[in-house]
Antibody
Framework: QVQLVESGGGLVKPGGSLRLSCAAS????????MTWVRQAPGKGLEWLSY????????YHADSVKGRFTVSRDNAKNSLYLHMNSLRVEDTALYYC???????????WGQGTLVTVSS | DIQMTQSPSSVSASVGDRVTITCQAS??????LNWYQQKPGKAPKLLIY???NLETGVPLRFSGSGSGTDFTFTISSLQPEDIATYYC???????????FGQGTKLEIK
């Protein structure tokens, strides 16, 4: 069965950096677009980034453009989110999510919590 | 950027009631509209894709309709396990952005 397992979250100071990882299994990872979505405590869902199957095409939401970068390693069945210049408002649960190929999000991980605080 | 307006923000209904949630896009999005259910403490789950297609395994009491700018999500007969927050989501192929609605929190009366 499809599994997406995020890791790498934690407590970081404002201005700091963090790299989130997502380990994928149960499907041919290299065949699927992947995305990151986050949810601040008590708030709604916010799409952050998209990466194509090869990793050559990436898009990011305006709120994280220039600070966050998505990448993938198909040989390791892994997705990453490199986060720099973190702000208090980046505090959220970060989900690794598979795009079906038709721009709906069909499998979600359980999320990893990032807390940005001094 | 395309904006999504989801309403209501919360709804309270009784078991067996019909519940309807709407999502309006700021411009035509064809049928690139999807619906998700998020139960407390859990990750979201896809229920409806491309406006009206039921994801495999999702109960038939859930349905979606609409096209263009106006979309509707319906639970035909509310069950206790349907307590959750529901989100619409659109994809804009011109800007390559996904946008979620604000969410609708569904509670049992």
């Amino acid at each position: 069965q499809v599994q997406l397992v995020e890791s790498g979250g934690g407590l970081v100071k404002p201005g700091g950096s963090l790299r989130l990882s997502c380990a994928a299994s149960g499907f041919t990872f290299s065949d699927y677009y992947m995305t990151w979505v986050r949810q601040a405590p008590g708030k709604g869902l916010e799409w952050l980034s998209y990466i194509s199957t090869s990793g050559s095409t990436k898009y990011h939401a305006d709120s994280v453009k220039g600070r966050f970068t998505v990448s993938r390693d198909n040989a390791k069945n892994s997705l990453y989110l490199h986060m720099n210049s973190l702000r208090v408002e980046d505090t959220a649960l970060y989900y690794c999510v598979r795009d079906s190929g038709s721009y709906f999000l069909d499998y979600w991980g359980q999320g990893t919590l990032v807390t940005v605080s001094s | 950027d395309i904006q999504m307006t989801q309403s209501p923000s919360s709804v309270s209904a009784s078991v067996g009631d019909r519940v309807t949630i709407t999502c309006q896009a700021s411009q035509d999005i064809n049928n690139y509209l999807n619906w998700y259910q998020q139960k407390p403490g859990k990750a979201p789950k896809l229920l409806i894709y491309d406006a009206s297609n039921l994801e495999t395994g999702v109960p038939l009491r859930f349905s979606g309709s609409g096209s263009g700018t106006d979309f509707t999500f319906t639970i035909s007969s509310l069950q206790p396990e349907d307590i959750a927050t529901y989100y619409c989501q659109q994809y804009d192929p011109l800007s390559y952005m996904y946008t979620f609605g604000q969410g609708t929190k569904l509670e049992i009366k």
